[in-house]
């Protein structure tokens, strides 16, 4: 119980941190400078995925030979298939390795994207260094220096200056964004140095398969490209306004599944255990309570933050009163999701994350196509609704595969 307590507690603060710190930036920060340093996320988020799709190559690459469990042509395979998106990588970025002109002009355009790059490539560092902590048996660790440490800067000083009534400025945001980033590799290097010499000396280790996790990075890279790649490149058609108001909307929603999140990082191993010792029956009731549970818990903020959404967004910034609508909007896909379940944990944790990813790879055009066509008739209410109907396509099809590969619906159980 106590472990599940400090489990819960840790990943937990991990989620609330990062939507905590966009919502202090949005209560702290004109509105224009939020909303290019929530784009700004958004290319981090990106180019942070790309870059550490990368590593993992690179890092099965150099111990392809020491593992015992894959072979050179399993290897060879995979790393050829990761590889190949390359080309559909650099058609889809046309459009993004820019800021869009309507929000940026040239000059700082070009300074805001190495910035991004350079964010992008710390925040792979983190990642990968966080995964191999995990590795060692550090799960708590590795979630506090991933999701926690980075945020922290920004959730800090942004209290501070609402406390002094004064204003965080862009320059300002994206500076303790980046400290953050260095702090969190500068905290994980010195653990992975100190633990460098201890691992050296365990005998008997059993073998790590690093190409096991491929198909996980991929699936982190298509998610990144659905709703990170969707939000810069309909960018194009909005104002730094309309894209703050949008990503304030979508994480004040996030909160609501914030119990879904945690739950999932919590039923991850349960759901590999259960799965792969055979308990089918035991494996059904898991997944049902850890799909009712969260979506009974949070369905009352939802109905609280739908009635109230006007005074919601009010309350963190006046200049946000006119996007109360797209809480509305949000809060259907969220709620989508919730009554879906924990779709991608358990396809993944299931050995079914090939089937998992050939479904978002489906989904990468159509999902951009659809919510580019909202956004340009609509405005930020029809990228609001892509969003949402994007949640929508992407989990229904998962539930399906669920049904068809391991026998039950999540929330039923059968």
């Known amino acids: 119980m106590k472990r599940f307590c400090i489990l819960f507690a840790v990943r937990g603060g991990a989620a609330i941190m990062s939507i905590l710190s966009s919502i202090l930036v949005a209560r702290t920060a004109p509105i224009e400078d939020a909303g290019v340093y929530f784009l700004f996320l958004n290319y981090v988020i990106l180019f942070g995925v790309v870059f550490s799709l990368g590593f993992h190559i690179l890092l099965v690459k150099r111990f392809a030979n020491t593992l015992s469990n894959i072979t050179q042509l399993d290897y060879l395979k995979k790393a050829i298939f990761l590889i190949s998106l390359g080309p559909l990588f650099l058609i889809y970025t046309n459009e993004l390795l820019s800021f869009p002109a309507n929000i940026l002009p040239s000059l700082q355009n070009t300074r805001m994207m190495s910035l991004a790059i350079f964010t992008g490539f710390i925040w792979a560092i983190v990642s ?5 902590a995990l590795g060692l048996g550090k799960p708590n660790f590795s979630t ?3 999701n926690m440490i980075p945020y922290t800067g920004v959730c800090l000083i942004s209290v501070l200056f609402m406390l002094r009534g004064e204003m ?3 320059n300002e945001l994206i500076a303790l964004l980046v400290i953050g980033g260095i702090a969190s590799v500068l905290v994980l290097g010195i653990f992975h140095f100190k633990n460098t010499r201890k691992a ?3 005998e008997n280790r059993a073998p790590v398969d690093f190409t096991g996790s491929g198909f996980f990075w991929l699936s982190s890279l298509l998610q990144a490209f659905l709703f990170s790649g969707t939000i810069i490149y309909c960018s194009n058609f909005l104002d730094a306004k309309d894209i703050a108001g949008l990503y304030t909307a979508q994480r004040i929603t996030a909160a609501v599944s914030f119990v879904m999140i945690v739950i999932n990082l919590i039923a991850q191993p349960v759901f590999s255990r259960l799965y792969h010792e055979g308990k089918v029956e035991d494996l059904k009731a898991a997944v049902k309570k850890f799909t009712l549970y969260p979506a009974l818990i949070s369905f009352p903020f939802i109905v609280l933050i739908y009635t109230f959404n006007v005074e919601i967004m009010g309350v963190i910034n006046a200049s946000y009163s006119e996007y109360s609508n797209l809480l509305s909007v949000l809060l259907l896909g969220y709620f989508l999701a919730l009554i879906c379940g924990p779709v991608i944990p358990l ?10 990813t050939i479904v978002n790879v489906a989904l990468l055009f159509p999902v951009f ?6 956004t340009k008739n609509f405005g930020v209410t029809g990228l609001a609704w892509g969003l949402t109907l994007l949640l929508l396509f992407q989990n229904v099809p998962l539930v399906i595969l669920i049904k068809k590969r391991l026998g039950f619906i999540p929330i039923i159980g059968r």
Do not use: D, P, R
């Not at 196509?369 to 909202?374: D, P, Y």
């Open 200 to 202: 050296k000396m365990e």
């Open 347 to 356: 396809l993944q944790m299931t050995g079914n994350e090939k089937k998992q």
């Open 168 to 170: 965080l400025v862009l």
């Open 144 to 146: 506090i220096c991933q």
């Open 369 to 374: 196509l659809n919510s580019t066509l909202l």
């Open 128 to 132: 990968s260094l966080s995964g191999a």
